[in-house]
């Protein structure tokens, strides 16, 4: 194999955000942009010579030219193996898998998550560690860190690799491998449910299902999963063939960009349950017959409900929820006498208390759900665990969400996005809240009493890591909260989130719609960040 060194030109910008480094198609294809970040990381890795290395992504624009590139440095630099979804595919959590299963040193992935795809869209790439899950904060800062001074990369002289294939070659002492996208990922999910109780369920009716793959990477598994093994017709998976430009949707499962799947729900033709999954197939919605329900309460019932399922029957060690999402899951975990863990927004987050045993199953508002089988949010396991308790409990999902809330009492939720808004106005936003929230613990907005502000800070009782500026929240005694953050994954300008919740016991009045019930909190939040006054936008771009 004959090894290039080829100078390059050093970029700034490649530094990755919450979930690996994202831009433009056309900012990945600037000569050299994509090779240095790989080396870069490559720099940064010890010890990987002649060890494995997974690659995979969601299949989007870019995807297969930015594989045959990852081969031929991840070649030069050394790598044994390279193992290497079928078609160049591989979903997110399937990825993490294959890296637990077969012990390799890491995994390299190619997604923007939900964020559109196409030659004028996303692309993205992200490092796994050998635990299966994103790199850690000292890692992806040290990647950054190295970019900027990065003088050469290296490159292997090969052919171009046939990814269509599955088999094994050798080239001199390296070995690529191309495996079934969807193989392991399904025997996992088999291990962990009971799917001969689901099959019944579906094939004698009281199943009835509608899954939005959004024409991304997951329709090959629900196909596989959800029609092959457990019975439900072919029309069950809607735009199950994953395109390049994910048929120009926006492949976030929430319900402005899974509308269609939100109709049906709401219609009278509703199946009795639907599901949708994003690009790169680790989020999930999940919605009943006229019912949606939030990640965050969707988080507290599967952890409510574990025990149930096969895999979690002896119970759950802990939960954790990154900050902004709703409060749900901690009263169960105070209910079960287990401990709730609160970590930064972003999945990596959770990696050491997966790894020390301290949490069972974990979650995020943002659509994203997991546990120990994996080291990524997972959005089928979701769904399989859905229809697993549905199928046990012979309860609707409005029956089981309504239980729910009348056992724990309902945290009203919902968040609100300001999308590609000027930086300039969101830092100074950023700033003057910094400022107010010293002064708030103690001031009275009408029923409203703050408890507590402050600007998050995670101390990570594992490895001793402290990550800072974390967002901004504000409790209420009454146990409400308001948090505000700026997103980690956008590409264009800038994104304010702000995060909305209040406790509901009071039975009578769990059915409101919650823009009304939380109205007062809401225009509080305007108050603190004055985001309509300073963008004149009316509304959010997206309310969730
Ligand atoms: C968003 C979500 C976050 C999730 C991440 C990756 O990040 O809010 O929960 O982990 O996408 O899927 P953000 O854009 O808010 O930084
Ligand atoms: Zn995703």
């Known amino acids: 194999m004959h090894i290039k060194t080829i100078l390059t030109q050093t970029y700034h910008d490649q530094n990755p955000g919450t979930s690996g480094l994202r831009k433009k198609v056309s900012v990945f294809k600037q000569q050299h942009y994509l090779e240095n970040f790989v080396q870069s990381i490559f720099d940064v890795l010890p010890n990987f010579q002649g060890k494995s290395l997974v690659i995979g992504g969601d299949g989007r624009y870019f995807n ?7 081969i031929k440095i991840a070649a030069a630099n050394g790598f044994g193996e390279l193992i290497i979804g079928q078609n160049g595919i591989l979903s997110t959590p399937a990825a993490s898998h294959i890296i637990r299963k077969y012990g390799a040193f890491g995994g390299l992935i190619l997604s923007a998550s939900h964020n559109p795809a196409g030659e004028h869209e996303d692309f993205g790439i992200k490092y796994n560690v050998n635990n299966g899950g994103p790199a850690p904060e000292k890692d992806t800062l040290a990647f950054f860190e190295r970019s900027k001074v990065l003088e050469n990369y290296k490159i292997a002289e090969l052919p171009e690799l046939n990814l269509d294939e ?16 969807v193989n392991d990922y399904e025997e996992l999910m088999q291990s962990l449910f009971d799917f001969d109780l689901i099959k019944q369920s579906i094939q004698n009716g009281f199943i009835t ?19 092959e093994m457990l ?10 063939t994953p395109l390049e430009d994910f048929g120009g949707h926006h492949p976030d499962p929430n319900l402005i960009h899974a509308h269609e799947l939100a109709d049906l729900m709401f219609s009278e033709n509703a199946p009795t349950f639907g599901a949708a999954s994003d690009g790169d197939g680790d989020r999930n919605m999940i919605m009943g017959k006229g019912i949606f329900v939030t990640p965050s309460d969707s988080l507290a019932i599967l952890a409510a409900n574990a025990t149930l399922i096969p895999a979690y029957a002896t119970g759950l ?25 609160e970590t930064p927004t972003g999945w990596k987050f959770f990696g050491n208390l997966l790894d020390a045993d301290k949490i069972t199953l974990c979650g995020e508002e943002s659509f994203g759900t997991g546990s120990q089988h994996v080291r990524e949010k997972d959005g089928l396991w979701a769904v399989l665990f859905w229809l697993n308790l549905i199928a046990r409990r012979r309860q609707s999902v409005e029956e089981i969400v309504h239980e729910h809330w009348r056992k724990f009492g309902r945290d009203i939720y919902s968040r609100h996005d300001y999308e590609a808004v000027d930086s300039k106005v969101t830092n100074a936003i950023m700033v003057s809240l910094r400022k107010q929230i010293t002064t708030l613990a103690g001031q009275v907005f009408g029923d409203f009493i703050v408890k507590y502000a402050n600007e998050f800070c995670y101390h990570d009782s594992i490895d001793g890591s402290t990550s800072a500026n974390q967002g901004f929240r504000i409790g209420f005694e ?8 700026l997103s980690g994954t956008g590409t264009v300008g800038a994104t304010l989130r702000i995060y909305i919740e209040r406790f509901e016991p009071d039975v009578s009045k769990h059915h409101q719609d919650p823009q009304i019930a939380l109205s007062e909190l809401i225009e509080l939040a305007e108050q603190f960040c004055k985001i309509k006054q300073l963008t004149g936008l009316a509304e959010p771009t997206v309310i969730t």
């Open 231 to 240: 019975g439900a017709p072919e029309s069950a998976v809607q735009n199950g």
């Open 478 to 485: 009454n146990g409400s909260r308001i948090v505000f953050r």
């Open 166 to 181: 599955i088999g094994t070659q050798e080239i001199d002492s390296l070995k690529i491998t191309i495996i079934d996208s």
């Open 317 to 341: 060690k802990g939960v954790a929820r990154s900050m902004p999402t709703s409060q749900a899951v901690d009263r169960v975990a105070a209910n079960y006498k287990i401990p709730c863990y």
């Open 64 to 70: 297969r030219e930015a594989i045959q590139i990852i």
């Open 209 to 227: 299902l509608s899954f939005d793959a959004m024409s991304a990477v997951t329709g090959n598994y629900a196909k596989r999963i959800l029609v």
